[in-house]
């Protein structure tokens, strides 16, 4: 499985990012999606998840009502829009995935892309 990220840039707060996630995989319709990202100095943290279904999602307080996650079967993409985005939101952003359930732990996740960066000014 690879996952290739995208999307990512340097933009000014309030403004809006949408970022893609490829995965090359045998069946995408299998796998769970999460994105996670990682700030300098800081450990990976949970931002949002889909289910293999598409039909469920789960974010991290910090980015409920501005981020939303989707997921599109037949492009093998699975999407983050960024909205309203806060310096705070400043990490490398990183894509993962598994088979099975939804989760928002990072030790579930089999494979993970190269990770892009965004980043937010003020």
């Known amino acids: 499985v690879q996952l290739q990220a995208s999307g990512g840039g340097l933009v000014q707060a309030g403004a809006s990012l949408r970022l893609s996630c490829t995965i090359s995989?045998?069946?995408?319709?299998?796998?769970?999606v999460g994105w996670f990202r990682q700030a300098p100095g800081k450990e990976r943290e949970f931002v949002a998840a889909?289910?293999?279904?598409?039909?469920?999602?789960t974010y991290d307080d910090s980015v409920k009502g501005r981020f939303t996650i989707s997921k599109d079967s037949a492009k093998n993409t699975v999407y983050l829009q960024m909205n309203s985005l806060k310096p705070e939101d400043t990490a490398v952003y990183y894509c993962?995935?598994?088979?099975?359930?939804?989760?928002?732990?990072?030790?579930?996740?089999?494979?993970w892309g190269q990770g892009t960066q965004v980043t937010v000014s003020s």
């Open positions: 995989a045998r069946d995408f319709r299998t796998y769970a």
């Open positions: 889909i289910s293999y279904s598409g039909g469920s999602t």
């Open positions: 993962a995935c598994r088979i099975g359930s939804i989760q928002s732990g990072s030790r579930y996740y089999n494979d």
